[in-house]
């Protein structure tokens, strides 16, 4: 049985975690006005980067949005030239995204000034601190990770 020490501890860290998600999102947004992108492009972009090229249907799942508005926001990236679509060399019925050198240089760029941010936040820590936090947080990942 779970004491009650071990649920307060749990329930201390949920809530750190959404705070500090929420003033990083903040930061986030503020850093994406800078690009003149929107939050669900910069979305797109992450996915399509770490995912490799996606077709519409399999984008729409991973963002968890409909086709209709998976298909207008690669629209509007490619007028910017962010991405282009492009036939599948196996299958020419099929149309997938490939982010364009403009569209990885901005996730680059956006995800550096991130960790900037969280630098200067950090500056009070000792280096035993963020080694200690960075490995918390990776095994919080992990086991997350797995059990999805």
Known sequence: MESKDSRDNIANIEKHLRRID?????????????????IPQFTALQMLIHNGELTIGE???????AC???????DRMENNKLVVR????????IVRIEVLPIGHEI??????????FLKSKMIGL???????????????????????
Do not use: A, P, W
């Open 22 to 38: 929420y003033i990083i999102r903040i930061e986030g947004r503020m850093i994406l006005n800078d690009f003149n992108i929107t």
């Open 59 to 65: 984008l729409s799942k991973k963002m968890s949005l």
């Open 68 to 74: 209709s508005t998976i298909t207008d926001l690669i």
């Open 86 to 93: 492009k036939k599948d060399q196996n299958d020419k019925r």
């Open 107 to 116: 996730v680059e760029k956006v995800l550096e000034k991130r960790v900037q």
């Open 126 to 148: 000792t280096e035993e601190e963020k080694l200690s936090l960075d490995k918390g947080l990776e095994s919080l990942y992990n086991t997350m990770k797995e059990n999805q």
